[in-house]
Each structure stands twice: as C-alpha cells, then as structure tokens.
Nanobody
Framework: VQLVESGGGSVQAGGSLRLSCAAS????????MGWYREYRRPPTQERELVALIRSDGSTYYADSVKGRFTISRDIAKNTMYLQMNNLKPEDTNIYYCASMDTGDWGQGTHVTVSS
C-alpha cells in the first residue's frame, strides 16, 4: 500500500494545520492507522505515536497532543486526516502516516511552528 502525506507547512504558534494521508487502496476500514513524528530528545531512530484510529473507528492520542489534535478518516476517499489546532513550537517535526497492520509508511510531511 502506498501512503502519501500532504498538508504540512509553516505556521505561528496557536495556528492550525490539517494533514492528509492518501492511500492507494481502501485500507482504513480494516487496518489500524497512525500518525507518527520523530522523537526530539534524544533524537533516535524511533518515532512517536501521535494519534491512532483503529479499524473500528476508535481513537487514541498521545498526552502531548490530546485536546489539540483530531484524527479522522474518510473511507470513501481512502484518506486519513490529522487536524492540528493550537500548535506549539514543540510540535515542529516531520509527520508520517502509517498502516500499523501492514507496516507501510508514507514519506513524511514537514510541520514548522514558530513562536
């Protein structure tokens, strides 16, 4: 499965962005999908799970983004979203979408939040 993220950019603190993850086939209704970003301190090869939407539609959020980020999907459009509100400089990162069941990853989209 090919996953392509879009929607990244540069905003000031307090601003909003909506990331999209388009899939090459309909996987959202049968796979758990997540948004990840790189760990910042210390920098590692691992990635932090930011938000998850399970195949049944239930969601999970990391404490650092709870109340500010919303994960959703449009199964008919084979697309998943991450609405990011009240962005903070510490949200600056590369954001990836991934299929947790198949191990497929997108190429990432950059988000920069200035203070």
């Amino acid at each position: 499965v090919q996953l392509v993220e879009s929607g990244g950019g540069s905003v000031q603190a307090g601003g909003s962005l909506r990331l999209s993850c388009a899939a090459s086939e309909n996987i959202f209704s049968r796979n758990d999908m997540g948004w990840y970003r790189e760990y910042r301190r210390p920098p590692t090869q691992e990635r932090e799970l930011v938000a998850l939407i399970r195949s049944d539609g239930s969601t999970y959020y990391a404490d650092s983004v709870k109340g500010r980020f919303t994960i959703s999907r449009d199964i008919a459009k084979n697309t998943m979203y991450l609405q990011m509100n009240n962005l903070k400089p510490e949200d600056t990162n590369i954001y990836y979408c991934a299929s947790m069941d198949t191990g497929d990853w997108g190429q990432g989209t950059h988000v920069t939040v200035s203070s």
